[in-house]
């Protein structure tokens, strides 16, 4: 292995570091507790150091988001690919939307409720990003309905999951529901 081949994992491998400290301390505290000062300190690095791969706590929520936008749609297609049927896949894929996002309340904030700096929803997504909607077009798609655009039922469909997972880890609504709401949602959205 060249000199320049080793700088390069052990660059990967910090930022690697850098990313998975940050979201563990996140989810134990709380994004406001994710200070690059903390980061430096936990990951016994110098904040230029951190600085070197990072720009400051944005890029940071960014990496996060990427990385649990990655995770979700192989979570997401795991769940789908497991079951028969247009009603099972909706079913499951809801399920495991809502399971994902209470799991991972620090990484779910980072891909949708803090600002990291990335592009949603146009050419400048980045491909994660691009590759959990269409983990989850792949199976809402298909119960669109006729005359329904299968993007724009499943943008409607993400958000009632968003909405539920959102109310539902901040009090609103009582967790013991949930199986009956996403049974609620399959039965009055898709069209089976």
């Not at 700088?7 to 994004?31: H, M, P, S």
């Not at 996060?64 to 894929?93: F, K, N």
């Not at 997504?125 to 039922?153: I, M, N, Q, R």
């Not at 609504?173 to 949602?185: C, K």
Request: hydrophobic residues 45%; negative net charge.
């Amino acid at each position: 292995m060249s000199v320049q081949e080793r700088k390069q994992r052990e660059r990967a491998d910090r930022e690697r570091l850098i990313v998975a400290t940050a979201r563990e301390l996140a989810e134990q505290q709380g994004w406001d507790a994710v200070t690059t000062r903390l980061l430096a300190e936990r990951i016994e690095y110098s904040q230029p150091v951190l600085y070197s791969h990072f720009r400051g706590k944005r890029e940071i929520i960014g990496a996060v988001a990427l990385e649990g936008a990655t995770e979700m749609a192989a979570t997401l297609r795991a769940a789908t690919s497991a079951v028969a049927g247009p009603r099972a896949r909706v079913t499951a894929l809801a399920r495991a939307y809502l399971d994902f996002a209470g799991r991972n309340p620090a990484v779910y904030d980072a891909m949708f409720q803090l600002d990291g700096g990335l592009a949603f929803a146009n050419e400048d997504s980045p491909e994660p990003l691009k590759d959990a909607f269409a983990a989850l077009l792949e199976s809402l798609g298909e119960v669109a309905g006729d005359g329904v655009h299968p993007g724009l039922f499943t943008e409607v469909f993400w958000a009632a999951l968003h909405g539920l997972a959102t109310l539902t880890r901040a009090g609103r609504l009582p967790p013991e529901h949930t199986e009956q709401r996403v049974e609620l949602l399959v039965d009055r959205l898709a069209v089976l």
